[in-house]
Protein backbone atom coordinates (compact mmCIF):
# COMPACT_ATOMS: atom_id res chain seq x y z
CA UNK A 1 0.00 0.00 0.00
CA UNK A 2 2.91 2.52 0.91
CA UNK A 3 4.69 1.59 -2.70
CA UNK A 4 1.71 1.93 -4.54
CA UNK A 5 0.83 5.42 -2.07
CA UNK A 6 4.56 6.80 -3.68
CA UNK A 7 4.19 5.82 -7.11
CA UNK A 8 0.55 7.86 -6.75
CA UNK A 9 2.72 10.39 -5.56
CA UNK A 10 6.02 10.11 -8.25
CA UNK A 11 3.29 10.32 -10.89
CA UNK A 12 1.49 13.21 -9.68
CA UNK A 13 4.77 15.28 -9.14
CA UNK A 14 5.36 14.36 -13.16
CA UNK A 15 2.27 15.47 -14.21
CA UNK A 16 2.58 18.26 -12.34
CA UNK A 17 5.95 19.25 -13.45
CA UNK A 18 4.63 18.67 -17.60
CA UNK A 19 1.69 20.27 -16.81
CA UNK A 20 3.75 23.30 -16.10
CA UNK A 21 5.86 22.89 -18.57
CA UNK A 22 3.20 22.38 -20.62
CA UNK A 23 1.70 26.05 -19.44
CA UNK A 24 4.57 27.38 -19.75
CA UNK A 25 5.50 26.96 -23.42
CA UNK A 26 2.23 27.54 -24.08
CA UNK A 27 2.05 30.83 -21.96
CA UNK A 28 5.55 32.01 -23.52
CA UNK A 29 4.83 30.61 -27.39
CA UNK A 30 1.44 32.90 -26.96
CA UNK A 31 3.66 35.89 -25.82
CA UNK A 32 6.39 35.36 -28.25
CA UNK A 33 3.08 35.02 -31.10
CA UNK A 34 1.86 38.60 -29.83
CA UNK A 35 4.98 39.86 -29.94
CA UNK A 36 5.65 38.77 -33.49
CA UNK A 37 2.11 39.98 -34.57
CA UNK A 38 2.75 43.37 -33.92
CA UNK A 39 4.83 45.43 -37.15
CA UNK A 40 7.76 48.31 -36.04
CA UNK A 41 8.75 49.93 -39.01
CA UNK A 42 11.07 52.61 -40.20
CA UNK A 43 9.43 54.49 -42.86
CA UNK A 44 11.24 56.78 -44.52
CA UNK A 45 9.75 59.53 -47.22
CA UNK A 46 13.06 61.15 -49.65
CA UNK A 47 13.02 63.71 -52.76
CA UNK A 48 16.56 62.71 -54.16
CA UNK A 49 17.06 65.50 -56.70
CA UNK A 50 17.03 64.47 -60.23
CA UNK A 51 20.76 64.28 -61.80
CA UNK A 52 20.56 67.06 -64.43
CA UNK A 53 23.98 68.76 -65.63
CA UNK A 54 22.82 72.35 -64.28
CA UNK A 55 23.59 71.60 -60.14
CA UNK A 56 27.14 72.87 -59.34
CA UNK A 57 29.37 71.58 -57.12
CA UNK A 58 28.96 70.16 -54.17
CA UNK A 59 25.33 69.59 -55.18
CA UNK A 60 25.93 67.09 -58.32
CA UNK A 61 24.23 63.42 -58.12
CA UNK A 62 27.76 62.19 -57.85
CA UNK A 63 29.01 63.88 -54.78
CA UNK A 64 25.83 63.57 -53.20
CA UNK A 65 25.33 59.84 -53.87
CA UNK A 66 27.50 58.57 -50.97
CA UNK A 67 25.63 60.75 -48.42
CA UNK A 68 22.44 59.48 -49.69
CA UNK A 69 23.30 55.93 -49.30
CA UNK A 70 24.68 56.99 -45.54
CA UNK A 71 21.65 58.67 -44.31
CA UNK A 72 19.63 55.36 -45.20
CA UNK A 73 21.65 53.31 -43.36
CA UNK A 74 22.18 55.49 -40.46
CA UNK A 75 18.18 55.78 -39.97
CA UNK A 76 17.94 52.16 -40.49
CA UNK A 77 15.02 52.85 -42.68
CA UNK A 78 12.45 49.83 -43.34
CA UNK A 79 10.82 51.38 -46.53
CA UNK A 80 11.90 54.10 -48.53
CA UNK A 81 9.32 56.10 -50.73
CA UNK A 82 11.57 58.09 -53.16
CA UNK A 83 10.79 60.92 -55.83
CA UNK A 84 12.54 62.53 -58.50
CA UNK A 85 14.89 59.89 -59.29
CA UNK A 86 15.53 59.34 -62.86
CA UNK A 87 16.67 55.85 -63.70
CA UNK A 88 20.19 56.25 -63.72
CA UNK A 89 19.99 56.87 -60.03
CA UNK A 90 17.73 54.68 -59.23
CA UNK A 91 20.08 51.91 -60.61
CA UNK A 92 22.65 53.73 -58.55
CA UNK A 93 21.12 53.14 -55.27
CA UNK A 94 19.80 49.68 -55.93
CA UNK A 95 23.69 49.50 -56.29
CA UNK A 96 24.54 51.03 -53.10
CA UNK A 97 22.23 49.12 -50.83
CA UNK A 98 22.72 45.36 -51.46
CA UNK A 99 20.20 44.58 -48.69
CA UNK A 100 17.44 46.71 -50.63
CA UNK A 101 15.22 45.63 -53.57
CA UNK A 102 13.06 48.38 -55.16
CA UNK A 103 9.72 48.83 -57.45
CA UNK A 104 8.77 51.44 -59.70
CA UNK A 105 8.29 53.00 -63.21
CA UNK A 106 9.10 56.17 -64.66
CA UNK A 107 6.59 58.70 -64.83
CA UNK A 108 6.79 58.87 -69.10
CA UNK A 109 6.64 55.39 -69.20
CA UNK A 110 9.07 52.04 -68.68
CA UNK A 111 12.16 53.70 -67.95
CA UNK A 112 11.89 57.48 -69.40
CA UNK A 113 11.28 60.24 -66.67
CA UNK A 114 11.09 60.17 -62.79
CA UNK A 115 10.36 57.58 -60.52
CA UNK A 116 8.34 57.42 -57.49
CA UNK A 117 10.50 54.13 -56.51
CA UNK A 118 9.84 52.27 -53.55
CA UNK A 119 12.89 50.59 -52.03
CA UNK A 120 12.61 47.95 -49.37
CA UNK A 121 14.17 45.80 -47.06
CA UNK A 122 14.34 42.48 -48.96
CA UNK A 123 14.99 40.11 -46.09
CA UNK A 124 11.88 41.50 -43.95
CA UNK A 125 9.48 41.99 -46.63
CA UNK A 126 8.02 40.48 -50.21
CA UNK A 127 5.62 42.47 -52.31
CA UNK A 128 2.70 40.82 -53.03
CA UNK A 129 1.15 42.91 -55.56
CA UNK A 130 1.94 46.40 -56.68
CA UNK A 131 0.32 49.01 -59.61
CA UNK A 132 0.89 52.21 -61.01
CA UNK A 133 -1.56 55.00 -61.91
CA UNK A 134 -1.09 58.83 -63.03
CA UNK A 135 -2.45 61.44 -61.70
CA UNK A 136 -4.89 63.09 -64.15
CA UNK A 137 -8.72 62.72 -65.40
CA UNK A 138 -7.35 59.16 -67.17
CA UNK A 139 -4.94 57.88 -64.39
CA UNK A 140 -4.72 54.08 -66.06
CA UNK A 141 -3.01 56.20 -69.13
CA UNK A 142 1.00 56.02 -69.20
CA UNK A 143 1.67 59.94 -68.71
CA UNK A 144 -0.85 61.31 -68.51
CA UNK A 145 -1.48 65.25 -67.57
CA UNK A 146 -4.62 66.83 -66.21
CA UNK A 147 -5.69 70.08 -64.16
CA UNK A 148 -2.85 72.53 -65.29
CA UNK A 149 0.43 70.24 -65.03
CA UNK A 150 2.58 69.88 -67.67
CA UNK A 151 4.68 67.15 -66.36
CA UNK A 152 2.96 63.57 -65.30
CA UNK A 153 2.78 63.43 -62.15
CA UNK A 154 2.31 59.30 -60.86
CA UNK A 155 1.64 56.87 -57.70
CA UNK A 156 3.41 53.72 -57.14
CA UNK A 157 1.84 51.24 -54.48
CA UNK A 158 2.76 48.06 -52.83
CA UNK A 159 1.19 45.41 -51.14
CA UNK A 160 3.49 44.13 -48.91
CA UNK A 161 3.67 41.09 -46.50
CA UNK A 162 6.61 41.73 -43.67
CA UNK A 163 7.81 38.30 -42.61
CA UNK A 164 8.51 39.56 -38.89
CA UNK A 165 4.61 39.93 -37.89
CA UNK A 166 3.09 38.21 -41.07
CA UNK A 167 1.00 41.05 -41.91
CA UNK A 168 0.15 42.52 -44.59
CA UNK A 169 0.48 46.74 -45.49
CA UNK A 170 -0.20 49.01 -48.29
CA UNK A 171 2.65 51.22 -49.05
CA UNK A 172 1.75 54.40 -51.56
CA UNK A 173 4.29 56.94 -52.92
CA UNK A 174 4.23 59.99 -54.96
CA UNK A 175 5.51 64.06 -55.97
CA UNK A 176 2.59 66.44 -56.60
CA UNK A 177 2.88 68.91 -58.79
CA UNK A 178 5.03 72.37 -58.34
CA UNK A 179 2.90 74.73 -60.23
CA UNK A 180 -0.72 74.43 -60.33
CA UNK A 181 -2.59 74.72 -57.19
CA UNK A 182 -5.47 72.52 -58.83
CA UNK A 183 -3.49 69.91 -59.89
CA UNK A 184 -2.20 69.06 -55.81
CA UNK A 185 -6.17 69.55 -54.79
CA UNK A 186 -7.21 67.01 -57.34
CA UNK A 187 -4.09 64.73 -56.90
CA UNK A 188 -5.76 65.08 -53.49
CA UNK A 189 -9.03 63.58 -54.44
CA UNK A 190 -7.95 61.17 -56.56
CA UNK A 191 -5.91 59.40 -54.50
CA UNK A 192 -8.66 59.36 -51.37
CA UNK A 193 -10.82 57.71 -54.23
CA UNK A 194 -8.23 55.48 -55.36
CA UNK A 195 -7.15 54.19 -51.70
CA UNK A 196 -11.06 53.14 -51.29
CA UNK A 197 -10.12 50.42 -53.92
CA UNK A 198 -7.46 48.90 -51.90
CA UNK A 199 -8.20 45.95 -48.84
CA UNK A 200 -9.78 48.16 -45.82
CA UNK A 201 -8.58 45.61 -43.48
CA UNK A 202 -5.16 46.53 -43.99
CA UNK A 203 -3.53 49.84 -43.06
CA UNK A 204 -1.99 51.98 -45.60
CA UNK A 205 1.09 54.31 -45.32
CA UNK A 206 1.42 56.99 -48.14
CA UNK A 207 4.65 59.27 -48.81
CA UNK A 208 5.59 61.65 -51.40
CA UNK A 209 6.52 65.62 -51.74
CA UNK A 210 3.36 67.16 -51.67
CA UNK A 211 4.89 70.71 -52.84
CA UNK A 212 2.02 72.06 -50.52
CA UNK A 213 2.48 72.71 -46.59
CA UNK A 214 0.57 71.45 -43.85
CA UNK A 215 -2.28 74.27 -43.55
CA UNK A 216 -3.04 73.46 -47.29
CA UNK A 217 -6.08 72.42 -48.58
CA UNK A 218 -3.80 69.01 -50.33
CA UNK A 219 -3.21 68.17 -47.08
CA UNK A 220 -6.99 68.60 -45.47
CA UNK A 221 -8.49 66.77 -48.63
CA UNK A 222 -6.32 63.65 -47.91
CA UNK A 223 -6.92 63.92 -44.09
CA UNK A 224 -10.74 64.37 -44.09
CA UNK A 225 -11.95 62.63 -47.76
CA UNK A 226 -8.76 59.94 -47.46
CA UNK A 227 -8.84 59.24 -43.99
CA UNK A 228 -5.15 59.56 -43.64
CA UNK A 229 -3.66 60.92 -40.72
CA UNK A 230 -0.18 63.18 -40.33
CA UNK A 231 2.31 61.46 -38.85
CA UNK A 232 4.18 64.05 -38.06
CA UNK A 233 1.14 65.44 -36.51
CA UNK A 234 -0.07 61.69 -34.38
CA UNK A 235 3.84 61.22 -33.04
CA UNK A 236 4.50 60.93 -29.50
CA UNK A 237 7.73 62.88 -30.44
CA UNK A 238 8.92 64.80 -33.23
CA UNK A 239 12.59 65.51 -33.79
CA UNK A 240 13.32 68.64 -35.33
CA UNK A 241 9.74 69.90 -35.63
CA UNK A 242 10.59 73.86 -36.06
CA UNK A 243 12.16 72.63 -39.45
CA UNK A 244 10.60 72.90 -43.13
CA UNK A 245 12.25 70.17 -45.39
CA UNK A 246 13.11 71.84 -48.59
CA UNK A 247 16.26 73.13 -48.36
CA UNK A 248 17.09 74.03 -51.47
CA UNK A 249 20.79 73.27 -50.63
CA UNK A 250 21.33 76.57 -48.82
CA UNK A 251 18.35 76.60 -46.22
CA UNK A 252 19.03 75.12 -43.00
CA UNK A 253 16.07 75.76 -41.41
CA UNK A 254 14.08 74.08 -44.60
CA UNK A 255 12.26 77.11 -44.88
CA UNK A 256 10.97 76.74 -41.21
CA UNK A 257 7.67 74.13 -40.37
CA UNK A 258 5.05 75.71 -42.57
CA UNK A 259 6.93 74.62 -45.17
CA UNK A 260 6.90 71.02 -44.61
CA UNK A 261 6.19 69.76 -47.74
CA UNK A 262 7.05 66.32 -47.70
CA UNK A 263 5.17 63.77 -45.29
CA UNK A 264 4.33 60.56 -44.26
CA UNK A 265 0.87 59.97 -43.80
CA UNK A 266 -1.08 56.81 -42.24
CA UNK A 267 -4.72 55.20 -42.96
CA UNK A 268 -6.04 52.34 -40.42
CA UNK A 269 -5.06 50.98 -37.01
CA UNK A 270 -1.30 52.66 -37.14
CA UNK A 271 0.65 54.90 -34.20
CA UNK A 272 3.50 56.92 -34.36
CA UNK A 273 6.84 56.65 -32.07
CA UNK A 274 8.32 59.47 -33.55
CA UNK A 275 8.32 61.74 -36.53
CA UNK A 276 12.14 62.83 -37.48
CA UNK A 277 12.68 65.63 -40.03
CA UNK A 278 16.93 64.31 -40.88
CA UNK A 279 19.03 67.37 -41.41
CA UNK A 280 21.78 65.43 -41.70
CA UNK A 281 24.65 67.15 -43.25
CA UNK A 282 28.40 64.91 -44.60
CA UNK A 283 30.66 67.56 -43.36
CA UNK A 284 28.44 70.03 -44.95
CA UNK A 285 27.22 68.25 -47.82
CA UNK A 286 23.67 68.13 -48.71
CA UNK A 287 21.98 64.66 -49.56
CA UNK A 288 19.04 66.52 -51.32
CA UNK A 289 17.37 69.79 -52.05
CA UNK A 290 15.06 68.12 -49.24
CA UNK A 291 15.63 66.78 -46.25
CA UNK A 292 14.34 63.27 -45.48
CA UNK A 293 11.53 62.37 -43.36
CA UNK A 294 11.33 59.32 -41.35
CA UNK A 295 8.51 57.74 -39.13
CA UNK A 296 8.71 55.02 -36.64
CA UNK A 297 5.30 53.56 -36.89
CA UNK A 298 3.03 50.35 -35.37
CA UNK A 299 0.73 48.07 -36.44
Do not use: C
Not at 67 to 73: A, E, F, P, S
Not at 117 to 135: A, D, G, M, Q
Not at 218 to 240: M, S
Amino acid sequence: MKRMLQIAVVLTSLWLLLGSTSFSSIHASTELHNKKSEAKLNVMSFNLRYLNDSDPSPHTWEERRSTVRQVIRMEQADIIGTQEAVYQQVKDLASDLPNYAWIGQGREGGSKGEFMSIFYNKNRFTPLEYNHYWLSDTPDIVGSTSWGNTIPRMVTWVKFLDHQSNKAFYFINTHFDHMSEDARENSARLISEKVKELDSDLPVILTGDFNAGPESIPHDILQQQGKFVDTFIAAEKRINEELGTFNGYDNPSGGGADNRIDWILSRGEITTEYHKIINFRKNGQYPSDHYPVLSRVTF
